[in-house]
Every structure is written in structure tokens, then in C-alpha cells.
């Protein structure tokens, strides 16, 4: 069983910054893919960011230039640097990994962390 622990989330006014970051414990596993997903009031979840256990990474189109995803492979975290932020960028933040655990890959997410940008 793996865990995912988010943290870094609150309250910022809009052209703030907020760093998130995610923690991935438990035992005898790796991680390949991890990323950040958002949902918003009355919107389904999407994918902001995610990278890769190489490093690739891959950005919705409405966050390109102003967040930035990185990853410590030594201590199983991701982090989502969040810059000019907009009001539209309020939602809860889930992390995910894709973890190989005896030969099988799973999914797992954080219990999410609430951004909250105000105009």
C-alpha cells in the first residue's frame, strides 16, 4: 500500500504563488508517472501537470508558462510550483503517482489540498 500526502495549499491573491508538494510513502514499490489534477466547484477533475520518472514533463494548456512541475526520485515527491496565479486556478489539488508494486501498476491519489486565489 502506498500513501500520498499533499501539502502547500491556501489562500493567495491573484499574481501570488503557492508551492505545492506531495509526499509518496510505503514500502517495496517504484514510482513511474506522477502529476497534479484539479477540480473545481461543479467541474470534473483535470490533469495540470505531470512528469515522468526521466523527467519529461507535460502541461495543460492554461497553466503552460506560469506552474512547474519537478520531482525528487530519491525521496518519492513531486512539487508543483504555482506562479501568477488566477482566480480561475481555485480548486482542490490532488496529486498522483503510478506506482509498480510486484510487477503491477497502480493509481493512487492524495487526499487534495485546497487553492484558493482571490481577485
Known amino acids: 500500500q502506498v500513501q500520498l500526502v499533499e501539502s502547500g495549499g491556501g489562500l493567495v491573491q491573484a499574481g501570488g504563488s503557492l508551492r505545492l508538494s506531495c509526499a509518496a510513502s510505503?514500502?517495496?514499490?517504484?514510482?513511474?508517472?506522477m502529476g497534479w489534477y484539479r477540480q473545481a466547484p461543479g467541474k470534473q477533475r483535470e490533469l495540470v501537470a505531470a512528469v515522468t520518472s526521466g523527467g519529461g514533463t507535460n502541461y495543460a494548456a492554461s497553466v503552460k508558462g506560469r506552474f512547474t512541475i519537478s520531482r525528487d526520485n530519491a525521496k518519492n515527491m513531486v512539487f508543483l510550483q504555482m506562479n501568477s496565479l488566477r482566480p480561475e486556478d481555485t480548486a482542490v489539488y490532488y496529486c498522483?503517482?503510478?506506482?509498480?508494486?510486484?510487477?503491477?501498476?497502480?493509481?493512487?491519489w492524495g487526499q487534495g489540498t485546497q487553492v484558493t486565489v482571490s481577485s
Open positions: 510505503g514500502s517495496d514499490f517504484s514510482i513511474n508517472a
Open positions: 498522483n503517482a503510478n506506482v509498480l508494486i510486484s510487477s503491477r501498476t497502480y493509481r493512487y
